[in-house]
C-alpha cells in the first residue's frame, strides 16, 4: 500500500502570507494527487485534483504542483476563510491513502 | 448544489452492530462511485470503503469481514452494515463521492458520528 507523508503538521501564519504545504509518497504515484480544505464540523472540499488542476469555484490563490512522489499545496495571499485543515490524497492506486493533515492557524 | 448526506451514527456497545446511510438525491446516483471515509478523533483521514456503480464493493484490511457496503440506485442511497464494532472504529464516518474506484472525491456530506 502507498503512504502519504504530510509535513508540517501544523503551520502558524498571518493573512496575507504565502504558505506552502508538502506530501511525499511511498512510491511513485505520477499526478494522482489530491488536496483537500476541511473545517471543523464538515466534511473535506475537494480544491485540487491532478495534482495541479483548481477544481471549479476554488479561488486562484490555491495551486498546487508536483508528480511521481513529491507534491506541494501552495495558498498565496492567505484570507481569513483560509485558516483549516489540509489534507493529500493519493489516488494512484488502491487503497486511495491521504496524509495526516496539516493545521493553518493563526499566528 | 448536489449534496451527499449521512445518517445512522451513535452510540454502542463493543461488539455491537450499526447501519449507517448515505443519500444523495441530486444527481445521476448509478454513475458514480460511492465511498465512506472515516476520521478518528485528532487523526487524519482513513479511506474503509467504496462501491463502484455496478456494485462491486471493497474494503480496507480494518474493516474486512466486519463492514458490508451495499447500494439502492433506484433510492440513491448506499448503506454501510458495521458488524463487531471495536472502540478502535470510533470516528467521524464521510461518505464521498468519485468517478472511479482511483479518482479524487469531489463532493463530500458532512459526517456522521460513531462511539464505540
Known amino acids: 500500500d502507498i503512504q502519504m507523508t504530510q509535513s508540517p503538521s501544523t503551520l502558524s501564519a498571518s493573512v496575507g502570507d504565502s504558505v506552502t504545504i508538502t506530501c511525499r509518497a511511498s512510491q511513485t504515484v505520477s499526478k494522482w494527487v489530491a488536496w483537500y480544505q476541511q473545517k471543523p464540523g464538515k466534511g473535506p472540499k475537494l480544491l485540487i485534483y491532478q495534482a495541479s488542476r483548481l477544481e471549479s469555484g476554488v479561488p486562484s490563490r490555491f495551486s498546487g504542483s508536483g508528480s511521481g512522489t513529491d507534491f506541494t499545496l501552495t495558498i498565496s495571499s492567505l484570507q481569513p476563510d483560509d485558516f483549516a485543515t489540509y489534507h493529500c490524497?493519493?489516488?494512484?492506486?488502491?487503497?486511495?491513502?491521504f496524509g495526516q493533515g496539516t493545521k493553518l492557524d493563526f499566528k | 448544489d448536489v449534496e451527499l448526506v449521512e445518517s445512522g451514527g451513535g452510540l454502542v456497545k463493543t461488539g455491537g452492530s450499526l447501519r449507517l446511510s448515505c443519500s444523495a438525491p441530486?444527481?445521476?446516483?448509478?454513475?458514480?462511485?460511492l465511498n465512506w471515509v472515516r476520521q478518528a478523533p485528532g487523526k487524519g483521514l482513513e479511506w474503509i470503503s467504496d462501491?463502484?456503480?455496478?456494485?462491486?464493493?471493497s474494503y480496507a484490511d480494518s474493516v474486512k469481514d466486519r463492514f458490508s457496503l451495499s447500494r439502492d440506485n433506484d433510492k440513491q442511497s448506499v448503506s454501510l452494515q458495521m458488524n463487531s464494532l471495536r472502540a478502535e472504529d470510533t470516528a467521524v464516518y464521510f461518505c464521498a463521492r468519485s468517478l472511479a474506484v482511483t479518482d479524487s472525491f469531489d463532493i463530500w456530506g458532512h459526517g456522521t458520528k460513531v462511539i464505540v
Open positions: 490524497q493519493q489516488y494512484s492506486s488502491k487503497p486511495v491513502a
Open positions: 441530486m444527481f445521476v446516483f448509478s454513475s458514480y462511485t
Open positions: 462501491i463502484d456503480g455496478r456494485g462491486q464493493a
